[in-house]
Nanobody, 123 residues
Framework: QVQLVESGGGLVQAGGSLRLSCAASGRTFSSYTMGWFRQAPGKEREFVAG????????LYADSVKGRFTISRDNAKNTVYLQMNSLKPADTAVYYC????????????????WGQGTQVTVSS
């Protein structure tokens, strides 16, 4: 079993920045892949970014490409999401997820989830 703990959410003004962290503990596989998802009230959970530990390959949603950066520190089993140029449309609960395969944009493909952290962007 893998446990995921997110941190770094909060309230920020439009144009500001936040960095989210996701620390993983427990069993970790060599094919360990991490993804960030977000869910706004009344909307589906959507893919934000993903990264593979072995290859380092990354994938971003079009809505965040150029503004968000996903990175990892494999020694610490920690994944980060640097969010710059934030806008009100980015307001959502952000979730960290893990799977033992390639990056997927489908939430149900991930077997492990964190509790979520609220990101609110004000005007």
């Amino acid at each position: 079993q893998v446990q995921l703990v997110e941190s770094g959410g909060g309230l920020v003004q439009a144009g500001g920045s936040l960095r989210l962290s996701c620390a993983a503990s427990g069993r970790t596989f060599s094919s360990y892949t991490m993804g960030w998802f977000r869910q706004a009230p009344g909307k589906e959970r959507e893919f934000v970014a993903g990264i593979r530990y072995i290859s380092g390959s990354t994938l971003y949603a079009d809505s965040v490409k150029g503004r968000f950066t996903i990175s990892r520190d494999n020694a610490k089993n920690t994944v980060y999401l640097q969010m710059n140029s934030l806008k009100p449309a980015d307001t959502a609960v952000y979730y960290c997820a893990a799977r033992a395969s390639v990056i997927s944009v489908t939430p149900t493909d991930y077997g492990y989830w964190g509790q979520g952290t609220q990101v609110t962007v004000s005007s």
